[in-house]
């Protein structure tokens, strides 16, 4: 269908719709007035990865089109355990953990969103203040009378943990409860008429929706993106090394520039629409470009994100690394670094260290093809004892896209 409202545009023309519960309804809603929306975030670490990107870009679109975002924080969720997509039951956190880990997501959405009390000004929200204040009985009878047991166990989040023989607990089955509920105290509190989410939250959605009409008689929306991956099939969110996450602290600007540098040529321009403010038309023009020329648009597109989520310091520094590193054959200074005591660290456990590789067995086979250089030297030899001089650095290369600065500590 032709959208009428700037958000719906907006949101079809760079990729972000999958399914929506009433498009028509929603995009005339979404012409006539402010439109509040929520997506859902929790705090199971001090930082969202990447995988989180598309949904905090989506309020960031919102926010851009007239419209209010609301970051709801689950507080009160995390302490459960959303089941979906998992076969294990997620570790619990102390509440000092969660408040922690609050407060260090904050940072990326303060970034990306404007936070205030205007009316389309960002807010945060935390769902312990009210599904923490729930007793049991008043969430049974108020809440648990409009979800059926068959229903709930026809959602892929548990039928798939049952399918594979995996354990739910009584607590995991009972979040799509406390997820609807959520929508509906968001209706009710801050007239929220969207949530929004990844395709694997549908389910949760749909809950909310309609438990928000049959409780309140009030008409609210929902809509999903597409599962993201990469063109080789990966899921976004982790890397070789690890997970590629947001905040500074879980991972040095350098090798979050690297990895959208990094990018298949076929993800450039996908990542272009969804991940940066860029024009359609110049979007169009960096995607076209083909050969040699392509890896100008992946710079263009590690520059634009590292910008957003990290500054435009970090992005500058990032790429001057590179250069120095890949072109001049020099020491950028904003490499990931690995402290070396005066006793020295061997090979195999440096490459570890640094995350290049996840044990020291894969560390082994990597020095074994040819893959490590030191100070652009080959080697061959997993437990060469690595020293550094006072006041000197030396620089391991694994491979020629993973660089680091080892210096005396």
Same mark, same amino acid.
């Given at each position: 269908?032709?959208?009428?409202?700037?958000?719906?545009?907006?949101?079809?023309?760079?990729?972000?719709?999958?399914?929506?519960?009433?498009?028509?309804?929603?995009?005339?809603?979404?012409?006539?007035?402010?439109?509040?929306?929520?997506?859902?975030?929790?705090?199971?670490?001090?930082?969202?990865?990447?995988?989180?990107?598309?949904?905090?870009?989506?309020?960031?679109?919102?926010?851009?089109?007239?419209?209010?975002?609301?970051?709801?924080?689950?507080?009160?969720?995390?302490?459960?355990?959303?089941?979906?997509?998992?076969?294990?039951?997620?570790? &619990?956190?102390?509440?000092?953990?969660?408040?922690?880990?609050?407060?260090?997501?904050?940072?990326?959405?303060?970034?990306?969103?404007?936070?205030?009390?205007?009316?389309?000004?960002?807010?945060?929200?935390?769902?312990?203040?009210?599904?923490?204040?729930?007793?049991?009985?008043?969430?049974?009878?108020?809440?648990?009378?409009?979800?059926?047991?068959?229903?709930?166990?026809?959602?892929?989040?548990?039928?798939?943990?049952?399918?594979?023989?995996?354990?739910?607990?009584?607590?995991?089955?009972?979040?799509?409860?406390?997820?609807?509920?959520?929508?509906?105290?968001?209706?009710?509190?801050?007239?929220?008429?969207?949530? &929004?989410?990844?395709?694997?939250?549908?389910?949760?959605?749909?809950?909310?929706?309609?438990?928000?009409?049959?409780?309140?008689?009030?008409?609210?929306?929902?809509?999903?993106?597409?599962?993201?991956?990469?063109?080789?099939?990966?899921?976004?969110?982790?890397?070789?090394?690890?997970?590629?996450?947001?905040?500074?602290?879980?991972?040095?600007?350098?090798?979050?520039?690297?990895?959208?540098?990094?990018?298949?040529?076929?993800?450039?321009?996908?990542?272009?629409?969804?991940?940066?403010?860029?024009?359609?038309?110049?979007?169009?023009?960096?995607?076209?470009?083909?050969?040699?020329?392509?890896?100008?648009?992946?710079?263009?597109?590690?520059?634009?994100?590292?910008?957003?989520?990290?500054?435009?310091?970090?992005?500058?520094?990032?790429?001057?690394?590179?250069?120095?590193?890949?072109?001049?054959?020099?020491?950028?200074?904003?490499?990931?670094?690995?402290?070396?005591?005066?006793?020295?660290?061997?090979?195999?456990?440096?490459?570890?260290?640094?995350?290049?590789?996840?044990?020291?067995?894969?560390?082994?086979?990597?020095?074994?093809?040819?893959?490590?250089?030191?100070?652009?030297?080959?080697?061959?030899?997993?437990?060469?004892?690595?020293?550094?001089?006072?006041?000197?650095?030396?620089?391991?290369?694994?491979?020629?896209?993973?660089?680091?600065?080892?210096?005396?500590?």
């Amino acid at each position: 269908m032709t959208y009428k409202s700037s958000l719906l545009r907006v949101l079809e023309e760079r990729g972000y719709i999958h399914q929506t519960t009433d498009a028509e309804g929603l995009d005339a809603l979404a012409e006539k007035q402010v439109v509040p929306g929520y997506i859902g975030f929790d705090a199971t670490a001090a930082s969202l990865h990447i995988g989180s990107l598309v949904q905090i870009m989506m309020l960031r679109r919102l926010q851009q089109t007239g419209h209010k975002p609301i970051v709801l924080m689950g507080g009160g969720t995390t302490r459960i355990g959303d089941p979906t997509g998992r076969d294990e039951s997620r570790k &619990m956190l102390s509440d000092e953990t969660i408040e922690t880990n609050i407060k260090g997501i904050f940072s990326i959405f303060s970034r990306l969103l404007k936070f205030g009390d205007g009316p389309t000004d960002a807010v945060m929200v935390n769902n312990q203040d009210w599904l923490g204040q729930l007793g049991y009985i008043q969430l049974l009878q108020e809440v648990g009378t409009h979800f059926t047991v068959n229903r709930m166990l026809s959602f892929d989040s548990v039928k798939l943990r049952l399918e594979r023989e995996q354990p739910m607990t009584f607590l995991e089955f009972n979040y799509m409860i406390l997820q609807g509920y959520d929508f509906r105290h968001l209706c009710k509190d801050k007239d929220v008429r969207l949530q &929004m989410g990844g395709s694997d939250q549908w389910g949760n959605i749909i809950n909310g929706v309609e438990l928000t009409r049959r409780m309140d008689s009030k008409e609210v929306f929902g809509l999903t993106t597409p599962l993201l991956t990469t063109a080789d099939g990966a899921k976004m969110g982790k890397s070789a090394a690890g997970a590629v996450w947001l905040n500074e602290e879980m991972l040095p600007s350098y090798d979050f520039w690297q990895y959208w540098r990094n990018s298949d040529d076929r993800d450039v321009g996908k990542f272009l629409r969804l991940f940066t403010d860029l024009p359609l038309d110049e979007i169009a023009r960096l995607e076209a470009l083909e050969g040699a020329a392509i890896n100008d648009a992946k710079v263009v597109l590690a520059n634009e994100v590292t910008k957003l989520c990290r500054g435009e310091d970090a992005a500058v520094a990032a790429e001057a690394t590179a250069k120095a590193t890949f072109a001049g054959g020099g020491m950028g200074d904003d490499l990931p670094t690995l402290d070396v005591t005066g006793e020295g660290v061997r090979l195999g456990a440096a490459l570890t260290e640094l995350g290049f590789t996840a044990s020291n067995g894969e560390a082994k086979r990597k020095i074994g093809e040819g893959a490590v250089r030191l100070d652009d030297v080959l080697m061959n030899d997993p437990g060469f004892l690595i020293e550094v001089a006072a006041g000197e650095t030396r620089k391991l290369s694994l491979g020629k896209k993973k660089h680091a600065i080892l210096r005396n500590a």
